[in-house]
């Protein structure tokens, strides 16, 4: 089993900043990739970002340049930096992990909300 916990959600204006942490315990050892989706009001869910074990990492084209995921092994955590916020990245942030064998962890997720 694998927990995740998201944290570094909040308020932002257009144009700011964000660096949203998960932290993941529990049989860490066994995860794979790991990644960042987001599901806005009335939307799916949709990919962000994601960080394999191998180290490749791959972005939606709408954050592509503005986002950056990163990965802390010793510290069992998986960043998300966020820079030039807009108003369309206002969503629920998840964090997922995936393991060699394809069964899917998923964070409880944290508020993102961007105001123009």
């Known amino acids: 089993q694998v927990q995740l916990v998201e944290s570094g959600g909040g308020l932002v204006q257009a144009g700011g900043s964000l660096r949203l942490s998960c932290v993941a315990s529990g049989s860490i050892f066994s995860i794979n990739t790991m990644g960042w989706y987001r599901q806005a009001p009335g939307k799916q869910r949709e990919l962000v970002a994601t960080?394999?074990?191998?180290?490749?990492?791959n972005y939606a084209d709408s954050v592509e340049g503005r986002f950056t995921i990163s990965r802390d092994n010793g510290k069992n955590t998986v960043y998300l930096s966020m820079n030039s916020l807009k108003p369309e990245d206002t969503a629920v942030y998840y964090c997922k992990g995936v393991m060699p064998w394809g069964t899917e962890y998923w964070g409880q997720g944290t508020q993102v909300t961007v105001s123009s």
């Open positions: 960080f394999s074990h191998a180290g490749i990492t």
